[in-house]
Every structure is written in structure tokens, then in C-alpha cells.
């Protein structure tokens, strides 16, 4: 049930940003787009995906389903500390990259 009655962004609505943020750092971090970028703007980018993704992702716990939406936070927070990613998803392709890359 959600806390905002009115509110006309749904769940799937915010599934869906989440996964077109992930998709763009994917693509992003595989093409080397910003390779040419400074360190600083590079750092502005990811610090400013992740901030969407937190607000996607407080807004999910707020407004649908809070244990998921809240799982869904600490997974984010959690990549962003082990690998530098800004979504969950994201920190599991650079770990399976990464584990791939080493076998």
C-alpha cells in the first residue's frame, strides 16, 4: 500500500530507472566514455548517479515496498563501498568482470 495516494509514479516506474541507470554505467564503464574526462568530472558523474539511484531508491521505501526499496538502498550503499558502483547492478557486473577477468 502506498504512503502517497495520490502519487502517480509507480513501482515499475522507478524498476525502470534503476535499471536504465545501471545499463548506463555498463555501457558507460565497457565503451570507456569518459575515459578522456578528468578525474574530477568523472567522479561528478558516478557521485551524480548515485544520488539518483538514492533518491530512487528512498522513494520506493517511502512510497511501495518498503523492505524491498530498503533492501534495495543497503545493496546500493553496500557497491558503492566494496567496488565504487553506483547500483547494485552495476557492482555485479564489475565483480563479475572482475572474476571472470582473473580465472
Excluded at 7 to 15: D, E, G, N, T
Excluded at 85 to 94: K, R, S, Y
Amino acid at each position: 500500500m502506498a504512503v502517497f495516494k495520490g502519487a502517480r509514479v509507480k513501482s515499475i516506474h522507478l524498476i525502470i530507472a534503476a535499471l536504465a541507470l545501471s545499463l548506463f554505467g555498463i555501457i558507460a564503464g565497457d565503451l570507456g566514455l569518459f575515459s578522456g574526462l578528468s578525474l574530477e568530472t568523472r567522479r561528478v558523474i558516478g557521485l551524480s548517479e548515485f544520488g539518483a539511484n538514492m533518491v530512487i531508491a528512498v522513494y520506493g521505501a517511502v512510497a511501495f515496498h518498503r523492505i524491498a526499496w530498503s533492501a534495495y538502498l543497503v545493496l546500493s550503499i553496500v557497491g558503492l563501498v566494496l567496488v565504487s558502483a553506483a547500483t547494485p547492478i552495476t557492482a555485479v557486473w564489475l565483480i563479475s568482470k572482475v572474476l571472470h577477468g582473473a580465472a
